[in-house]
């Protein structure tokens, strides 16, 4: 049986925490989703993460979620509940989670926290995120190649920089291929809305893009791509792969699993430490979703190519000279940005015509 | 800035079809409340709606038997309401609350195993000349069966509230249940009727979010529509000619903001998000300030139980 070995473990974490009391529990781990695991796309990568947990871990571990939570006040609500009724490790999975982690946090030092996307840490909060911006600059790359009408939409979602910083990637790659590529971006102020996703995306077709990004959550704009001829677009956050070859061409896909898998053991062995971790293509926490025929064979290898050295370091997504919207400087010749200023970018780099809201 | 990327066509166009599902919803919900009763289930019917209406569509491959199957759940749910409202007297703004919050739940359930897939094509109509005719073509000739249907049934419902003795009595048992129940009228059955048909137009809304406006099914995926469809009920001060401004209205400044985003306009989306609602409550300030515009108030029964007591 396992309970010699549920026992030790139960005691390495029992050791850092509160005494023998707990030496028989498994460690429950908790989970809050801005939005419904079947979304095939942010949250249900998420949800593959925690399986992974519980297949990797299996009996030593009780995993919970509660979907649908919003990024207010509620989300406070469910953490304290899932910190009173006993686990140890919550792992919130939006942005906007942010400040009520850290209220949380404050009231439980005993809980650990992860927070995906957000900046703000403590002895119990740990941030993790994925360089996202990676995988923009590869559909980008392709994008620039496959426009003919030369213009890009861009579903996004809230102004904040990690959604700025992709849109900047995105555009930055489509531009070193396409010199005469323009961005249309609309913000849908949602995560997930399939109606108004959907209506977001006729509305950037009917403006002349033929080639759509998003970054929300669900599959609603490839959706509607679908119903229009010649528009291509990009799986985010999940494959998306029911919509290839056409008009899903390529994806990104953000695969948490082995980070949630590694901060779980960790909580078992009693090594967990508040870290901030973000990783990219490199680490395999971004991956570039199967290209398919619908993108010619060179630009296939070139974008698998830039997948490559970004992976490898040899390129990096922001590579000056670069500059900031109003034309004023940010990277000279060959200076690549910093993740300081990446993390909290809140500007567009120089030739995107749209204003970002505020 | 570039207004003229916006085609005014096309525009039209996509606004009807985004305003369609709370069309319908609304249209149903104004004769339930025209009976007297208050069902704040829209939501939850809506979104039976959608997933029975996939799940038939993808089973059987025809969406005409979608919005059929749409429309039949609409009504099913809803005569949980009806029978816990007219029946046992449960108190319908917690009934129609729970029906919501019931319907959103099963609906998950029920979908579970349908995410990602796609539904059969439900396409628009094309009349050879008419529908290629420049404008007119598009705007008049160019949707889908199911845009005509809701626009034939805002028409129906106007002449049944209007010019019908059916219409007549429907709205006796609004404005005053007990006079109506003096008159010998049914009451509670007029009523699990109204509600009933209120079940049916909320599922077809639904059924076409999940068949034609989006096309997939995803949980959560009527995202407020239901409440907006009871706020267009309000707006329209239960008439249904206002009930199509009112729909067309709040869908169209959605599809305006993401337009008018695209083409690069610096307005906040968030005045244009409230605008429809800035309108309803200056719908509700005039109708309350004056006694002479009655006819533009809530029906007089509207959420009182009827108790039969002879």
Excluded at chain 1, 54 to 65: C, I
Aim: proline share 4%.
């Amino acid at each position: 049986m396992n309970l010699i070995k549920t026992l030790l473990a139960g005691a390495a974490v029992a050791t850092g925490l509160a005494g023998a009391a707990f030496a028989e529990e498994k460690l429950k781990v908790g989970f809050i989703y801005i939005g419904p695991p079947g979304d095939m796309g942010w949250t249900y990568e998420h949800d593959q993460g925690r399986k992974a947990i519980v297949e990797a871990l299996g009996d030593k571990v009780e995993t919970t979620y509660v979907e649908n939570v919003p990024e207010s006040a509620d989300s406070e609500r469910v953490m304290t509940q899932m910190a009173l009724s006993g686990h140890k490790l919550i792992f919130a999975t939006s942005f906007n989670y942010m400040d009520h982690v850290m209220n949380v946090a404050k009231k439980f030092p005993d809980v650990k926290f992860e927070h995906a996307t957000g900046f703000k840490r403590a002895d119990n909060v740990s941030t993790y995120s994925a360089r996202f911006y990676e995988g923009r600059a590869v559909i980008g790359h392709i994008a620039g190649h496959m426009t003919k009408t030369n213009t890009i939409g861009y579903i996004a979602s809230y102004p904040i920089p990690e959604v700025i910083r992709g849109i900047n990637s995105a555009y930055l790659a489509a531009k070193a291929v396409n010199p005469e590529v323009k961005f249309k971006v609309v913000w849908a102020y949602t995560w997930f809305d399939p109606g108004k996703e959907a209506d977001a995306a006729n509305a950037l077709i009917e403006q002349g893009a033929d080639v759509i990004m998003q970054h929300t959550d669900s599959t609603a704009p490839m959706s509607e791509m679908k119903k229009h001829e010649g528009i291509i677009g990009f799986g985010q956050a999940s494959d998306m792969g029911q919509f290839a070859p056409n008009p899903r061409v390529s994806s990104i896909i953000d695969n948490w699993a082995p980070y949630y898998v590694e901060r779980t053991q960790a909580m078992l062995d009693g090594t967990w430490e508040s870290t901030d971790t973000w990783h990219g293509i490199k680490e395999g926490m971004v991956e570039i979703g199967e290209m398919t025929e619908a993108i010619p064979a060179e630009v296939r290898a070139s974008a698998q190519e830039l997948a490559d050295k970004l992976a490898s370091g040899e390129v990096h997504a922001f590579t000056g000279p670069i500059n900031k919207q109003d034309g004023s400087a940010w990277l000279a010749e060959g200076e690549t940005a910093d993740d300081g200023t990446l993390a909290g970018m809140s500007f567009y780099v120089e030739g995107i015509e749209a204003e970002i809201p505020n | 800035m570039d207004l003229s990327s916006i085609s005014p066509v096309t525009l039209i166009v996509s606004l009807m079809a985004a305003s369609t599902p709370i069309l319908l919803a609304a249209l149903g919900e104004l004769i339930v409340e025209k009976s007297g009763v208050l069902n704040l289930g829209v939501e939850g019917m809506m979104i039976i709606g959608a997933v029975c209406g996939f799940i038939a569509a993808v089973t059987t491959g025809s969406p005409w038997l979608g919005f059929l199957f749409g429309a039949i759940c609409g009504a099913a749910v809803s005569m949980i309401f009806a029978v816990l409202t007219q029946y046992l007297m449960a108190n319908q703004v917690a009934t129609g609350l729970g029906l919501t919050m019931f319907g959103l739940g099963l609906a998950s359930l029920l979908g579970h195993s349908y995410t990602g897939i796609n539904p059969p094509l439900f396409s628009q109509i094309h009349i050879p000349v008419l529908s290629d005719l420049p404008v007119v073509g598009r705007i008049v000739f160019g949707h889908d069966p199911m845009i005509y249907f809701s626009l034939a049934l805002t028409f129906a419902i106007w002449y049944f509230l209007t010019r019908t003795r059916g219409g007549l009595v429907l709205r006796a048992v609004g404005e005053s249940h007990d006079a109506a129940h003096a008159l010998g009228y049914k009451v509670i059955r007029i009523r699990m009727l109204a509600i009933a048909f209120g079940g049916a137009c909320a599922g077809l809304g639904g059924a076409y979010l999940s068949l034609v406006r989006v096309p997939q099914w995803a949980e959560g995926m009527t995202a407020g529509a239901g409440w907006i469809a009871l706020a267009i009920v309000v707006f329209a001060s239960w008439k249904p000619g206002r009930a199509i401004i009112g729909a067309y209205l709040f869908g169209g400044v959605t599809v305006l903001q993401l337009n008018l985003q695209a083409a690069g306009l610096a307005i906040s989306p968030a005045y244009l998000s409230m605008t429809p609602y800035l309108a309803t409550i200056i719908v509700l300030v005039i109708m309350a300030s004056d006694k002479k515009r009655q006819s533009l108030n809530a029906p007089a029964s509207l959420g009182k139980t009827f108790f039969a007591s002879t």
